[in-house]
């Protein structure tokens, strides 16, 4: 097994870890990141970015992702294309041993995991993922061209996916347990003046049917939420987007976490082990955006400076 000593290490590259690694390389600390599995996180897998600042028009998810990658490579990050499968923080420095069999050791950790999409939790959905249910608009709409297709959800993400499906699909349907979106207003405009989009209320999913030969599904079971009353719904794709749950089972073990998964920090980016910060969506459940993961990240390398700095 190789080893690579560093005196900070940052597990993800997202808007937090690259926004750590460009300040922590400025510092002189020689940072190495390692990207995980989605390397530039989850605007990867979205189109339109509205909301970032500096860009006076939207500019695409992955293009900004590949700009913060190379703007944190340019200052000396040495960034690696691997994936943390297991660690000890229980030991100076810290251990963390690497999908492609890499041992790293550390003397401190930015934690910059981010968060995952949340499924409905079906059977049925597990059986037809893939196969007509997917969690990722951006990469499957062009499947369902002139097909009809429904998203579960009512938050930014249900509504964004809406939205682009509507250049692919005849029809979307948004089915939402309650009779408010989440979304932002402005992206709630969008929607309701869309003419593609029709919403279910008050009304959750309670079976995806499905057909075997060829594996696709045909339909939704559907349930209100405030009677008993159900009915089925004819689709030919399903777009599940009800939130996301932190990437955090890497670090039970060792730090505290809320009852949703989320790590506890204190001072913003402080966790319970000493040179170990957390930066972004892995903590942050209140807002969750891109600019303030980056903004975490920023501070996550601040006090790993200051914590390398009165350490040695
Ligand atoms: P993430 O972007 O989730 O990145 C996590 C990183 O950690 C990834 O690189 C991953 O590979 C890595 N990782 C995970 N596990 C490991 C491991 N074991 N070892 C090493 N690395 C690991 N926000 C906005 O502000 N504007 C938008 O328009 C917007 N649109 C969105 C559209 C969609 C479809 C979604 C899903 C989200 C959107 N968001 C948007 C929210 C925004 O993407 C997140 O708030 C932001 O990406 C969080 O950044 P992060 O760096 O904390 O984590
Ligand atoms: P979210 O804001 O947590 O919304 C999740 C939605 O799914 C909610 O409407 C919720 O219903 C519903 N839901 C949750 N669990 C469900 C279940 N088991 N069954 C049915 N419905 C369920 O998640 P998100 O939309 O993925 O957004 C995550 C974060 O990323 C947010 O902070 C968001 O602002 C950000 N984001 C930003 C943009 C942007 O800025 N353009 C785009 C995408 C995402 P309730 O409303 O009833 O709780």
């Given at each position: 097994?190789?080893?690579?000593?560093?005196?900070?290490?940052?597990?993800?590259?997202?808007?937090?870890?690259?926004?750590?690694?460009?300040?922590?390389?400025?510092?002189?600390?020689?940072?190495?990141?390692?990207?995980?599995?989605?390397?530039?996180?989850?605007?990867?897998?979205?189109?339109?970015?509205?909301?970032?600042?500096?860009?006076?028009?939207?500019?695409?998810?992955?293009?900004l992702?590949?700009?913060m990658?190379?703007?944190?490579?340019?200052?000396?990050?040495?960034?690696?294309?691997?994936?943390?499968?297991?660690?000890?923080?229980?030991?100076?420095?810290?251990?963390?041993?690497?999908?492609?069999?890499i041992?790293?050791?550390?003397?401190?950790?930015?934690?910059?995991?981010?968060?995952?999409?949340?499924?409905?939790?079906?059977?049925?959905?597990?059986?037809?993922?893939?196969?007509?249910?997917?969690?990722?608009?951006?990469?499957?709409?062009?499947?369902?061209?002139?097909?009809?297709?429904?998203?579960?959800?009512?938050?930014?993400?249900?509504?964004?996916?809406?939205?682009?499906?509507?250049?692919?699909?005849?029809?979307?349907?948004?089915?939402?347990?309650?009779d408010?979106?989440?979304?932002?207003?402005?992206?709630?405009?969008?929607?309701?003046?869309?003419?593609?989009?029709?919403?279910?209320?008050?009304?959750?999913?309670?079976?995806?049917?499905?057909?075997?030969?060829?594996?696709?599904?045909?339909?939704?079971?559907?349930k209100?939420?405030?009677?008993?009353?159900?009915?089925e719904?004819?689709?030919?794709?399903?777009?599940?987007?009800?939130?996301?749950?932190?990437?955090?089972?890497?670090?039970?073990?060792?730090?505290?976490?809320?009852?949703?998964?989320?790590?506890?920090?204190?001072?913003?980016?402080?966790?319970?082990?000493?040179?170990?910060?957390?930066?972004?969506?892995?903590?942050?459940?209140?807002?969750?955006?891109?600019?303030?993961?980056?903004?975490y990240?920023?501070?996550?390398?601040?006090?790993?400076?200051?914590?390398?700095?009165?350490?040695?």
């Open positions: 097994m190789n080893n690579n000593h560093t005196k900070l290490l940052i597990l993800g590259s997202g808007p937090a870890g690259c926004t750590a690694a460009t300040y922590a390389a400025r510092s002189n600390l020689n940072p190495i990141l390692v990207h995980g599995n989605q390397p530039g996180g989850q605007l990867t897998i979205t189109t339109d970015v509205e909301n970032y600042p500096g860009f006076a028009n939207a500019v695409q998810g992955p293009w992702m590949e700009q990658i190379d703007q944190a490579r340019n200052v000396g990050c040495n960034i690696i294309n691997d994936n943390i499968r297991e660690i000890n923080l229980n030991v100076s420095p810290f251990i963390f041993k690497s999908d492609k069999e041992k790293y050791t550390a003397e401190s950790l930015i934690i910059s995991t981010g968060a995952s999409a949340k499924w409905l939790g079906l059977e049925s959905e597990e059986k037809y993922r893939g196969f007509g249910v997917s969690a990722c608009a951006t990469c499957d709409a062009f499947f369902f061209k002139e097909k009809i297709v429904a998203v579960v959800g009512g938050g930014n993400t249900a509504v964004e996916e809406a939205l682009f499906l509507t250049k692919f699909a005849k029809k979307v349907f948004i089915i939402h347990r309650r408010k979106l989440r979304a932002e207003k402005i992206l709630q405009k969008r929607a309701f003046e869309n003419e593609k989009i029709k919403f279910f209320w008050n009304s959750s999913i309670a079976e995806i049917i499905g057909a075997d030969n060829p594996k696709k599904i045909i339909g939704l079971k559907i209100s939420t405030i009677d008993d009353h159900f009915s719904l004819e689709i030919d794709g399903l777009f599940v987007a009800i939130g996301h749950k932190p990437n955090t089972k890497l670090f039970e073990n060792f730090l505290d976490l809320d009852n949703e998964g989320y790590i506890i920090t204190k001072k913003q980016v402080f966790t319970n082990i000493k040179g170990v910060f957390a930066a972004g969506d892995v903590h942050d459940k209140a807002y969750r955006q891109a600019v303030t993961a980056a903004g990240g920023c501070m996550a390398a601040i006090e790993a400076e200051q914590y390398l700095e009165l350490k040695i």
